[in-house]
């Protein structure tokens, strides 16, 4: 069964205070960065899946997304799916 | 008539619930382990404060999917009381019993202190024996208490009167100084502060007595 990789970018929604964003903005403006408009701290998650093909992973994995590791209340998430070089098709 | 008190792991109030519910009110309570899907007897659920699945990935969501969940939510439809206390209330809004969400403290500090509360509606049986405007002292401990809500859910919450309790002086940039909320229906109730651990005087207070009395009021 073929291999994919994928990698989930979750991120507080641009109406949610990130109060972690604004203290690393604070501190890069420290370090001497200059011209930092924006800074919002979010989470990437590395997964790999089996699945019989593109369409049943992407099924899988939005499900994963919305329903575990984002809370679409406070938190928008974006998938990026590639199929692993390893995996051989069947 | 018994209360339920859930145990995750992780969970570091559940001592301190059985000990006010228990020992404090007399009122008769059990533990409840999150494996078990078997609420018969009970009459009110109590998901304490702690650190379920050590709040991995967000505060609550994988406690979410713990089997006495699926149990709760038919409980809830039935009209069981739930109170969820701090990591509790956070689990209910990952469950979707509550709105909205509790996200990181504004000074990102993890605040513990005893703070003043407002009570904002008596329509409940949560706080019908407060006066509404009525003044009390619970104590806070959290990292994650910043109560967040669109718009919409804010204008819902306020004209189906299920904004209970508010921060005197907002500690953690709630929206609306928000510290707990109701469902429409009234058996559910999240609070960040923590009334179990104000049922006694040598203690520094009894403010939160009659919250966990209404777990067991008709």
């Not at chain 1, 679409?72 to 799916?81: Q, Y």
């Not at chain 2, 405007?133 to 208490?145: N, S």
């Not at chain 2, 040598?202 to 939160?208: F, N, R, S, T, W």
């Amino acid at each position: 069964m073929p291999n994919f990789h994928a990698k989930v970018q979750v991120s507080l929604r641009t109406s949610v205070l990130d109060p972690a964003g604004e203290a690393a903005k604070l501190a890069a403006a420290k370090l001497g960065i200059k011209g930092l408009t924006k800074l919002r701290i979010g989470k990437a998650i590395d997964i790999e899946i089996e699945a019989s093909d593109v369409q049943e992973a992407t099924t899988q994995l939005e499900l994963l997304s919305d329903r575990l590791l984002a809370n679409p209340v406070i938190e928008d998430w974006n998938l990026e799916l590639s199929q692993s070089k390893s995996s051989s098709i069947t | 008539m018994t209360i339920g008190i859930v145990v995750f792991p992780g969970s570091n109030c559940d001592r301190d619930v059985y000990w006010a519910t228990k020992g404090c009110l007399g009122l008769s309570s059990r533990f409840l382990w999150h494996e078990s899907t078997d609420l018969d007897g009970l009459d009110a659920i109590v998901l304490p404060g702690g650190f379920s699945y050590g709040d991995y990935l967000r505060c609550g969501a994988i406690a979410r999917f713990a089997p006495v969940l699926s149990s709760l939510i038919e409980f809830v439809k039935n009209g069981g009381k739930v109170l969820g206390i701090c990591n509790g209330f956070q689990i209910l809004t990952e469950l979707g019993l509550l709105p909205g969400a509790l996200t990181r403290n504004k000074n990102l500090h993890f605040i513990c202190n005893t703070v003043p509360l407002l009570v904002s509606s008596k329509r409940t049986k949560w706080f019908e024996s407060f006066k509404c405007g009525e003044e009390l002292y619970l104590p806070i401990a959290h990292g994650e208490g910043c109560y967040q809500c669109s718009a919409d859910v804010l204008n819902k919450l306020q004209e189906e009167d299920s904004i209970a309790l508010r921060y005197a002086n907002n500690p953690n940039g709630s929206i609306n100084d928000i510290a707990g909320i109701t469902n429409k229906e009234g058996n559910v109730l999240g609070m960040m502060p923590h009334p179990e651990r104000a049922c006694d005087n040598e203690l520094g207070g009894i403010d939160g007595r009659n919250i966990l009395q209404a777990l067991l009021a008709k």
